[in-house]
């Protein structure tokens, strides 16, 4: 499915869901929206904000293969941490300022719902590094590589459950 222009939804939610609070008196958004490059993988949505900035950032790999009320869901979800940091001036992450403005879009619309996580299919990525017990030679997918790893269920069975360097886990790369 194409990707929907952010600023209109944005807008319609806000008229909707904030009563116009996160746009300022000239029209002008408090926040900033945008769809990612293509590099966020592991979030559906982010609000971000700092001493220049204050932006909402969606994630075009994992929203734009779903329908749009993926897409609606996830904005506002992020535009009610943007209203309660901008607006409520709460430093807070999913506390009942949060929950309860969730609770009252909800209840207000059945077009889509906004939880607190998201149950979007995250495509797996390969691991770039499998390790292996010498020991027993079980193997375990990692990201990245990690010093001083051993295999739990050698060191209990034959270190008495303390941490052997017998056992640490070699790193290779996976077969292709």
Known sequence: MPLAPLLPLFHRLNREHFDGALASIDGASLVGVRWSDGRMRRSAGMYRY????????????????????ATLSTLCHEMIHAWVHRVMQVEEVHGPHFRARMAAINAAQQ?????????FPIPAAAPKWVARCPGCGL??????RQQGVACRRCCDQFHGGRWSARFQLVFERPAA
Do not use: K
């Open 111 to 119: 077009e889509f719902q906004v939880s607190v996580r998201h149950r």
């Open 139 to 144: 193997q375990a997918p990692y990201r990245r």
């Open 50 to 69: 700092g001493p220049n900035l204050s932006e909402i950032v969606l994630s075009r790999p994992l929203l734009e293969p779903l329908p749009l009320e």
